[in-house]
């Protein structure tokens, strides 16, 4: 058990799981892009450390961009999305990887695809470490999918409860609501 502002939390996912997870992902995209340069789209701030351990095991050329994008204020999805850093990088013809932590009720990725087809990628791809298909509201294709969870809210491994809580090796899962 920890607590993370003043909320409990037991422990969901250990972090031996996760780096096999994720290694096991990167392997089959190594193969599968291995002649297309890809670039690595990832979406901050709870990303950072799925890009981080992804870069252990990504072993072809590629490039790296990020951009900020923020819905939750604490355990919810507050509905709208803000951009605090938008795209910058040229995506015309690029192959491209995006990268969450999590998919929650799919509204951030719903409401950012039509702002990366509108760059005209070759084609884009989702990985994503964690989905929760009963809290999905909408249609998001996700290529690779990390573990499919329980809709609860989840901290650790990037994932904050207000900004804390990201620091954990392991995933935890909120004990009272
Ligand atoms: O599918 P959804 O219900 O839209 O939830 C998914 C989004 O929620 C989290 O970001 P958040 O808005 O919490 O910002 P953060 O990455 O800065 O923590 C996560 O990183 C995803 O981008
Ligand atoms: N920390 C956290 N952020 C999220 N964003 C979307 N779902 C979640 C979740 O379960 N936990």
Known sequence: MITCNNKQFE????????QN???????QINQEYADKKPIFLGI???????????????DIECEVSFVKLKSY???????NLTTMIGLDTDLEGRHIVLLED???????????LPELEKKNPASVAILTLLNKPDAMEHDIPMKYIGFKVPNNFLIGYGLDYDGWGRQHNDIYTIVED
């Open 21 to 27: 997870r994720l290694k096991e992902l990167c392997q």
């Open 73 to 79: 204020e604490g355990t919810q999805s507050s509905g």
């Open 102 to 112: 999590i998919v929650d009720t799919g509204r951030t990725l719903h409401k950012f």
């Open 11 to 18: 422990l969901f996912l250990t972090s031996e799981a996760i």
């Open 44 to 58: 901050l701030n709870g990303v950072f450390r799925v890009v981080g351990d992804a870069f252990n095991y990504i």
